[in-house]
């Protein structure tokens, strides 16, 4: 009799679980499912989670599927460009590069026919006008990214310095002393500075500010004429190479943005050159160095060309999506005054929209938007307009050299010869 009751609650407890199955499928299939490719870098994710399950709440008939994509930009372009070269309805709206505009028009929606026009004018200019290819705006901006340097304000003091590097010799001096300090002091694992020098999109940013705070320009010219094969050039590449293993582990030819914040975060490193986003991440309660960093510019050995890259990331919409109206809607909720700002104040990530640059609470969370807002606003692009719709082979070739010289085995002067001979290709000139 008792095994009978067990066995008759069993077949109830089933039968509800496929009851509630069902209702849970019938409701999810009344949704319009947007399948949306975002970025885990950082609180990326965690914050476009936290906007996903908002906007559901206010559009019941909306499911968003966050995709994930791989931490390096160049591999998230390489699979962007796998879906869409298969047409692939997969990805409805995808998160883009500042460089890839030109690159990726073809396959996105021109946002002008679903009236982006009411959205765009209280954006940076230049930021729309970097999206618009032929006339087509293929992208409404999320966040706007400089390179630039952290460094250890208590570290700073205690080695007796007042102020943090102008100069790369004054950082490759003050690397040298801090380290060699607190190695001796125990930590064996202290260097002096991280960075990115993997073989990807990052380093022809890191490798961009070096040639160019170096005097030797930025690849390219604004015509598409190439400009990389000087000799001011060739010595950027060849003070970064110097560094590896000196003042920067041997192994920061293999780091994207991550593994320096790893570093950095963890209390191992004097400097960092990143992106802003690792501030607030840097001030977290679980960090090593929370209340013990700041930020600045990068330096320069040519006064006044401090440079820091142009970086950012733009919300577009795939012209092979089933649901343009709806990933539409979406990507300009996203890209909108109140998604910016909470995305600031909780992520660091700097708006696009002019305004929230006097936003009390975003200053507030992030004082160093107010100091370098000039510096921003002046960020040096890299050739991807002049190049495109070649950017991602013009980087290619650029990472690529930069890489060898990093890992000596090529001279900067070789380097900056072959690379003007592998772009010529993609020249204007
Ligand atoms: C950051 C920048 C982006 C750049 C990338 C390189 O995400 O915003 O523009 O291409 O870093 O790793």
């Known amino acids: 009799m008792k095994k009978c009751l067990v066995m ?58 966050l995709v994930e994509t791989p931490e390096s930009s160049t591999d998230r372009l390489g699979l962007y460009l796998q879906y869409f070269e298969a047409k692939s309805s997969e990805l409805d709206a995808v ?39 032929h006339g087509k705006l293929v992208a409404m901006p999320l966040y706007t990214d400089a390179g630039v340097l ?13 102020e943090p590097p102008k100069t790369w010799s004054e950082l490759e001096h003050i690397s040298q002393v801090v380290q060699a300090g607190e190695r001796a002091a125990g930590n064996e694992d202290f260097w002096g500075y991280v960075w990115q020098g993997n073989a990807y999109e990052g380093l022809s940013c890191n490798a961009l500010e070096w040639v ?8 390219m010219d604004k015509d598409g004429t190439v400009t990389i094969n000087n000799p001011k050039a060739a010595a950027g590449l060849d003070m970064a190479a110097n560094w590896v293993g000196t003042i920067s582990p041997s192994g920061v030819t293999g780091f994207v943005e991550e593994d320096a914040r790893s570093a950095f975060q963890a209390g191992n490193a004097m400097f960092m050159r990143n992106w802003p986003y690792c501030y607030s991440l840097g001030q977290s309660d679980s960090s090593a160095i929370k209340g013990k960093f700041d930020l600045t510019l990068l330096p320069t050995n040519v006064e006044g060309k ?27 909720y996203l890209s909108g005054k109140e998604e910016q700002k909470r995305r600031a104040i909780k ?14 609470d975003i200053i507030n969370a992030n004082p160093f938007f107010t100091k370098l807002y000039d510096v921003f606003l002046n960020a040096v692009p890299r050739p991807s307009t002049a190049s495109a719709p070649n950017y991602a082979q013009v980087s290619k070739i650029f990472y690529s050299y930069t890489h060898n010289v990093l890992e000596k085995q090529m001279s900067g002067a070789d380097a900056v010869t072959a690379m003007s001979m592998d772009m010529a290709e993609y020249s204007n000139k």
């Open 212 to 219: 160019y705070s170096n005097g030797g320009g930025t690849i």
């Open 347 to 360: 992520g660091s990530y700097e708006p696009t929209i002019q305004s929230l640059y006097s936003d009390a």
């Open 95 to 133: 998160l883009i590069d500042v460089v890839w505009p030109g690159e990726l028009s073809e396959h996105l929606i021109d946002l002008n026919e679903y009236g982006a026009a009411s959205y765009t004018s209280q954006h940076f200019p230049t930021m729309v006008q970097n999206n618009i290819v």
């Open 150 to 162: 952290y460094y250890r304000t208590d570290l700073l003091k205690k080695y007796g310095f007042s």
């Open 8 to 65: 008759f609650l069993c077949v109830l407890v089933s039968l509800g679980m496929l009851f509630a199955n069902g209702t849970q499928e019938s409701e999810t299939q009344k949704k319009t499912k947007i399948r949306f490719a975002v970025k885990s870098v950082g609180k990326d994710y965690e914050l476009m989670k936290e906007a996903s399950e908002t906007y559901e709440s206010l559009h019941p008939d909306i499911d968003i599927e």
């Open 306 to 332: 401090n440079a820091c890259t142009l970086g950012g990331w733009q919300l577009a919409v795939s012209k092979y999506s089933k649901h343009p109206q709806e990933a539409v809607d979406f990507i300009f």
